[in-house]
C-alpha cells in the first residue's frame, strides 16, 4: 500500500483492513494507469473510528477530490466518510466468506438521502478507480482524452473476441 506519486494525491483509497487490499488494489492500478496521484490507507470505522472522521474532515483540505472506501461486512466505513465530507465517496463492497459480499453491498448502497455513496458491484474496485478518474475527467481534458482512448481499446478488445469466435 502506497502514495503514487510526488504531486498531492487527488485521490484517497481507503479500507477498512489491510485484508481489503487484495480487492482495493485494483483500484489503485487504474489509478496509476491513468496517471492520477492517489494515496491508500487503512481507515477503519469500527476499530478507529476517531481516525476516520479526522480523514473524512480534512480530506478537501488536503487536495483530495474523490474518496474511495472499501469494506467487507458490516461496511460502514464509506457512508461514516461520506457523512464527513462533501467529496464524492465510491463505495466498494468487499466479498466476505460469510455472505459473499451481499452484507458489505447492502449495507454501502442503502445510504439515507442527503448523503449519498457511488456504489459499485461486488469486488469491482476496477469500476471505481475508473469512475473516481471519470469524475475527475469533468475538469481535465487530458483524462477525457485517456478515457476516450480506454473505451476505444475496449471496444477493439470486444471486437477482436468475434473474429476469435470465426464471426
Ligand atoms: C471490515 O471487516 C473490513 O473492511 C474487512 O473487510 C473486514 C474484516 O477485517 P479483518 O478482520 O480482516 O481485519 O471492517
Known sequence: MATSTKAGPLVGVIMGSDSD???????AEVLEEFGVPYEARVVSAHRTPLDMARYGRRAEARGLRVIIAGAGGAAHLPGMVASHTVLPVIGVPVMTQALHGLDSLLSIVQM????????????????????????????????????????????????????????
Do not use: C, F, M
Open 21 to 27: 487490499w487484495p480487492t482495493l488494489r485494483a483500484a
Open 112 to 167: 439515507p438521502a442527503g448523503v449519498p455513496v457511488a456504489t459499485v458491484a461486488i469486488g469491482n474496485a476496477r469500476n471505481a478507480g475508473l469512475l473516481a478518474v471519470q469524475i475527475l475527467a469533468v475538469e481535465d481534458d487530458r483524462l477525457r482524452a485517456r478515457l476516450h482512448d480506454y473505451r476505444a481499446r475496449l471496444a477493439r478488445e470486444s471486437r477482436a473476441k468475434n473474429r476469435s469466435l470465426g464471426a
